[in-house]
């Protein structure tokens, strides 16, 4: 790597987008430096027609608007104007989130729309960030296809794969949902990398949680550092592989929830905690660390505000 890479990791966000941006262009303000990337590990929720739609999706977005903010806002042309100031600079009276935004692949997805956007063939060498293909309809989130590898500006290799090991659910889903055996050897052919960002974790440490098609990544030391999200049996971070060489960072959801043992109205709807990530990468050194916001609070879902039927941060109220 030819310099230190800051990175912000994020596990499955079923749709809330604009909270996770707008928490992390505040995260870094307050740290007093940019990412260098963020990393998105799968279930966007980047439907682009209610046709593709899954149930579980359906069902969660009668209780929370926000698990279809995709199709709403980022999947139309021309976007709300709140969503530019996301990315519009410091400078320009925006949020500053500047840097890429890279996401995989879960089993919650529009894979009528990602399936389009995926390359017949996997190129010999990582590509650079304007490469990957758009996922929204201003580029303003990019898909890194399973398989697929992009050099960062900083140097660093990410590494991506996408989706769930196929028969452990009942649900059928889209082939695009499953894991594809073939990318994960041609990343063993092709590695090593700086950093592997998956859907679900090894087998290896998450158990009957995890995926054993994803495991020789895990045995052959493939990256430094790997982030997942789906479902975490252990939380913590661990260190895998043979010689213990890969920092393994499992990452929950963020979306709104009602905390546990509460019910009905009048109870805000609290952010996800446990599924935000820094990560430091320096030649030789790898710092990983999960913690939550410290502004959380902030960003509960009844300090939102509406407009038209569409729900807004409020760090983004004022291009309401």
Not at 9 to 17: C, N, P, Q, R, W
Not at 96 to 108: D, E, K
Not at 127 to 137: H, K, Q, R
Request: proline residues 7%; hydrophobic residues 40%.
């Amino acid at each position: 790597m030819a310099k230190e890479t800051f990175l912000a990791a994020v596990g499955d966000v079923h749709g809330h987008l604009q909270l996770c941006l707008c928490v992390l262009a505040r995260w870094q303000r307050e740290l007093g430096r940019q990412f260098d990337a963020v990393l998105l590990c799968g279930d966007v929720g980047t439907f682009t027609s209610e046709d593709q739609l899954d149930n579980a999706t359906r069902r969660h977005a009668r209780q929370n608007p926000c698990e279809l903010e995709f199709l709403y806002q980022w999947a139309i042309q021309p976007q709300p104007r709140w969503l530019q100031g996301i990315f519009a600079s410091l400078e320009e009276g925006g949020l500053g989130l500047t840097c890429p935004v890279i996401m995989v692949h879960g089993n919650h997805e529009g894979f009528a729309h990602l399936e389009r956007l995926v390359p017949d063939s996997w190129p010999h060498t990582p590509v650079s960030y304007p490469e990957l293909p758009a996922v929204d309809t201003e580029g303003h989130v990019r898909l890194l296809p399973s398989g697929g590898r992009v050099r960062l500006s900083s140097g660093a290799v990410i590494a991506g794969v996408g989706g769930v090991q196929p028969g452990q659910r009942k649900v059928c889903y889209h082939p695009m949902a499953y894991i594809d055996p073939l990318a994960v050897e041609w990343l063993l052919e092709n590695g090593p990398v700086d950093v592997l960002v998956t859907h679900q974790g090894p087998q290896l440490l998450q158990k009957e949680k995890g995926a054993v098609l994803l495991d020789p990544l895990l045995q052959e030391c493939l990256a430094r550092v790997w982030v997942h999200g789906h479902s975490v049996a252990s939380p913590d971070i661990s260190h895998g592989g043979r010689r213990k060489e890969t920092q393994v960072v499992p990452l929950e959801g963020i979306g709104f929830h009602l905390p546990r043992g509460t019910r009905g109205a009048g109870v805000p709807y609290e952010v996800g905690l446990h599924g935000w990530a820094l990560v430091w990468l320096e030649d030789k050194k790898v710092h990983t660390q999960k913690t939550s916001p410290p502004f959380y609070r902030e960003y509960r879902r009844h300090r939102w505000i509406e407009k038209e039927g569409l729900l807004v941060c409020p760090d983004l109220a004022r291009w309401v």
